[in-house]
């Protein structure tokens, strides 16, 4: 079965400390991306990978790091930089020739 | 610079009704527009993608139509039933540049009643 998946589903930590998302594609794409969702805003590009070894800043950066050591991984760290950090966040990976992204399932994140 | 707006933010029907969900964007030089239906507290699921060359695609009771010129797609979802709720967004990749990212709309959360 092909697809994306994202540990865990739910994540809670205390403010101040670094957390790190995990993001796993078996779809062999070679793009991948990290996005925050906000109640009443559209989706939000923090980091993208477009292949293993090089990764770019997305439009919301600050405060956060990825790693594209595999082909199919890209975590994402939320550090304690991070001044809201609190949101939905979703993975989504692209096939080249179609253009379609897919996405996965999100983990959601509470700081306190 | 490229902005998406989904209008209304939120629409009821009753089931068995034909619907319509609008989406506008202001940059007309777009590679393509994606449709995703995202339910309450999952990952987005595509359901449709145009390509900048194309006029409309069709899945299911779904069609999804483009127009570049006036900067506008819509979302035909045919004989509703309570299995539609949920929050459907839509998304351009820009012409251009080296991110391929999207830029998305803020949805439209649609309840479809039994």
């Known amino acids: 079965d092909g697809g994306i998946t994202q540990s865990p589903k739910y994540l809670f930590r205390k403010e101040g400390q670094n957390v790190t998302l995990s993001c796993e594609q078996n779809?062999?794409?070679?793009?991948m991306y990290w996005y925050r969702q906000d109640p009443g805003q559209g989706l939000r590009l923090i980091y993208y990978s477009q292949i293993v070894n090089d990764f770019q800043k997305g439009d919301i950066a600050e405060g956060y790091s990825v790693s594209r050591e595999k082909k199919e991984s890209f975590p994402l760290t939320v550090t304690s930089a991070q001044k809201n950090p609190t949101a939905f966040y979703l993975c989504a990976s692209k096939d080249r020739d179609v253009g379609e992204q897919y996405f996965g399932p999100g983990t959601r994140l509470t700081v306190t | 610079k490229q902005e998406v707006t989904q209008i209304p933010a939120a629409l009821s029907v009753p089931e068995g009704e034909n619907l319509v969900l609008n989406c506008s964007f202001t940059?007309?030089?777009?590679?393509?527009l994606q449709w995703f239906r995202q339910d309450p507290g999952k990952g987005l699921t595509s359901l449709l993608l145009i390509q900048s060359s194309q006029r409309e695609q069709t899945s299911g009771r779904l069609n999804a139509s483009l127009d570049k010129s006036s900067g506008r797609s819509t979302l035909y979802i045919a004989a509703s039933q309570p299995g539609d709720s949920a929050t459907y967004l839509c998304?351009?990749?820009?012409?251009?540049?080296?991110?391929?990212?999207?830029?998305f709309g803020t949805g439209t959360l649609l309840a479809v009643q039994p």
């Open positions: 940059d007309s030089a777009i590679y393509n």
């Open positions: 779809l062999n794409h070679d793009a």
């Open positions: 998304a351009v990749r820009p012409y251009g540049g080296a991110t391929n990212k999207l830029i």
